[in-house]
């Protein structure tokens, strides 16, 4: 009956103890990771594709060493000792929301910052709203533009009352959202 006991509660740990390494694995690939600049240079081929250009910079299309595609934002110099931009980084980190893209990694290599987001396939949302020629319009249903909007509202209201940390997004445009799959 000892005996029993003794492998009965080594084994119950062994599956406690594996459950915690499967749960920091997936935490650990949740985090958000830190990429040199060098690292950046390579996963966007030395910036060759550009998917878009705002006020804080341009968005390169970029791939992970795992042929996973990714937005990389190479934002404009920054001011100040880095602290908003490390506090920004930590609060996109703990977003994880269907309807809100993810932060898969950041680039603090001195002065050169970066945000490493997933990519989505589809255009910019203002591409299929502002079509720039004919061939480019693409007409969408009411229930497409009501699922698009209904989308964005989820999302939104996630940043502003779901997280743990609430993120008021004053900045909203079409330019901004891409539409699912």
Known sequence: MAFYECYSSSKIERENQARVEKFLEDYRDRRPTRY????????????????????????????LS?????AV??????????????NEVAAMGKIHHVNVVRLVGFCA????????????????????????SFKDNITLTWK?????????AKGLEY????????????????QKYSVRP
């Open 66 to 70: 795992n042929e996973i595609h990714v």
């Open 144 to 152: 497409k533009l009501h699922d698009i909007a209904m989308g964005i």
């Open 109 to 132: 290599d001195g002065v050169r910052r970066a945000l490493v987001f997933e990519y989505l396939p589809n255009q910019s949302l203002d591409k299929l709203i502002f079509p720039t």
């Open 36 to 63: 040199t600049y060098a690292d950046i240079k390579k996963i966007t081929n030395q910036f060759q594709e550009i998917l878009g250009e705002g006020a804080y910079g341009i968005v390169y299309k970029g791939t």
């Open 159 to 174: 940043l502003h009352q779901g997280c743990d940390q609430q993120i008021l997004h004053f900045d909203i445009k079409p």
């Open 73 to 86: 934002k190479i934002l404009n110099d920054s001011e100040g000792n880095g602290e908003e931009f490390i």
